[in-house]
């Protein structure tokens, strides 16, 4: 369960940094926003790590 909340999370953060990269966006603001996301990211399947019971995995998925 929680290995595919992980990869759920992986691709989630990967569709957002591609929507990222195809804005017009300015190179710096792009950058911020794709670190944010990858933050985000990592809190995500840090908190999945921490999750006790399939309850808390979907919960935590769901950023």
């Known amino acids: 369960m ?4 992980k990869q759920d999370i992986d691709t ?6 591609e ?3 195809n804005s017009d ?3 710096d603001v792009k950058t911020k926003a794709k670190d ?3 933050k985000a990211k990592e809190a995500a399947k840090q ?3 921490n999750a006790t019971t399939d309850a808390d995995v979907n919960t935590e998925k769901s950023w």
């Open 36 to 38: 944010a996301v990858e």
């Open 47 to 49: 908190a999945i790590d």
């Open 25 to 27: 966006l300015p190179e």
């Open 12 to 17: 989630a953060a990967e569709k957002a940094k």
């Open 19 to 21: 929507a990222i990269d």
């Open 2 to 5: 929680k290995s595919n909340a």
